[in-house]
């Protein structure tokens, strides 16, 4: 189990007693605000996209949107999400669990900036009724992110 795995990573940090799991649904962000009792910008989302024969992993604010023009300039190809059975295959999470926690050792995991406004932010722990609060530098630390990217838009007002 997807959750079972992220257990473990977390309790190799000390932090294993940190992850909430609910009675209710968290598998969106809408549902996962609800759960934790918080607005749902801070639900940090991870999408998947298509990489040669991998995937990407991005976190980022639960009220963003990918912007393709910034996702091209980035990684030098188009967004293309993968599909649930490639989620699950290639991250270890199913959708609606989806984190950058306990993923096949070399998947590329970034954090979007729309992220870095709020002190605290909710990914989820690999199953669709889990999060952690995580300050930024706490979640971009334990997803082994490559770097801090600008890859999205709607959060900040900008059209």
Same mark, same amino acid.
């Given at each position: 189990?997807? &959750? ?19 009675? #209710?649904?968290?598998?969106? #962000?809408?549902?996962?605000?609800? @759960? ?11 999408? @998947? ?8 992993? &991005? ?53 979007? &900036? ?6 605290? #932010?909710?990914? @989820? ?5 889990? @999060? &952690? ?27």
């Amino acid at each position: 189990m997807s &959750i079972e795995n992220v257990r473990k990573y977390f309790r190799s940090l000390g932090r294993e007693d940190d992850i909430m799991e609910f009675e #209710v649904s968290s598998a969106t #962000v809408e549902l996962a605000a609800q @759960a934790i009792g918080c607005e749902g910008a801070r639900i940090t989302k991870t999408l @998947a996209f298509k990489k040669d024969e991998g995937c990407i992993l &991005i976190a980022m604010a639960g009220d963003a949107k990918i912007d393709n023009k910034k996702f091209k300039t980035e990684f030098g190809m188009k967004a293309k999400m993968l599909t649930p059975e490639e989620t699950l295959a290639l991250t270890g999470h199913a959708i609606g669990g989806v984190c950058q926690f306990a993923v096949p050792e070399g998947t590329p995991c970034y954090c979007d &900036i729309s992220l870095q406004r709020f002190d605290y #932010v909710y990914p @989820a722990c690999g199953s669709s009724n889990s @999060a &952690i609060k995580l300050n930024c530098e706490e979640l971009f630390r334990y997803s082994h992110s490559l770097k801090w990217i600008d890859v999205c838009k709607d959060w900040n007002g900008e059209e």
